[in-house]
Each structure stands twice: as structure tokens, then as C-alpha cells.
Nanobody, 128 residues
């Protein structure tokens, strides 16, 4: 059974940094696409960043230059380094993954929320 478990959330002041981790287990093959999403209170879930099995990355315009998505394949871990955080980025951050090992556009899958597996999320709170 596929499981995704996020960690690394917490409270930080505006301008600060956090690194989120997502431990993946239960896969036979590394999923083609993995991503980070977030949902603020009272708002819809939004895509933050994605990475495919070749290491190609994509980012939402709002986080480009500040967030970095990466993966540690040896540890089956997805990472999200977040710098220069803003109060409006307070949200629950979710890790998600596709079900297949093959795909043509991780960017499209992330933007369309075409993910089969989701973690339970980790809360990030940024104070002003």
C-alpha cells in the first residue's frame, strides 16, 4: 500500500525558511511525477511544485526563485526547501504522487491535480 508522510512543518516568521520532507513507501517503481500542494484556510488547494522521475521541475509562479523541490531517490524522499516565506503562504502542505512510472508531462499532471496518492499534510504557519 502506497503511503506518503509529510514532515517539517511548523511556525516561522516572515522571511524565514522551512524544509518539508515527504517519505514515500509501498511503491514497486518510483512514480513518474511527485508534487507539493498547499491549502490555506478557506481557500482551494493549489499546486506549488512538481518533479518528474528525470528530475525535471516545475513551480507555481508565486514561488519561483524562493522554493526548491528535490528528491532523494535512495531514501524515497521528496523535499521542498522554502525560503523567504510570506504570511499568506500559511497553509497545510501536501505531498502527492502519480500512480504510474511513466508519463509525458509532470507539469500538466501537477496543474491538473492528476495525482493518485496524497499525504495527510503538514501545517506551515508564517507570522508577520
Amino acid at each position: 500500500q502506497v503511503q506518503l508522510v509529510e514532515s517539517g512543518g511548523g511556525s516561522v516568521q516572515a522571511g524565514g525558511s522551512l524544509r518539508l520532507s515527504c517519505a514515500a513507501s509501498g511503491y514497486t517503481y518510483r512514480p513518474y511525477c511527485m508534487g507539493w500542494f498547499r491549502q490555506a484556510p478557506g481557500k482551494e488547494r493549489e499546486a506549488v511544485a512538481g518533479i518528474d522521475s528525470d528530475g525535471t521541475t516545475m513551480y507555481a509562479d508565486s514561488v519561483k526563485g524562493r522554493f526548491t523541490i528535490s528528491q532523494d531517490n535512495a531514501k524515497n524522499t521528496l523535499l521542498l526547501q522554502m525560503n523567504s516565506l510570506k504570511p499568506e503562504e500559511t497553509a497545510t502542505y501536501y505531498c502527492a504522487a502519480s500512480s504510474g512510472w511513466y508519463g509525458t508531462s509532470c507539469r500538466r499532471e501537477v496543474l491538473l491535480f492528476a495525482m493518485s496518492y496524497w499525504g495527510k499534510g503538514t501545517l506551515v504557519t508564517i507570522s508577520s
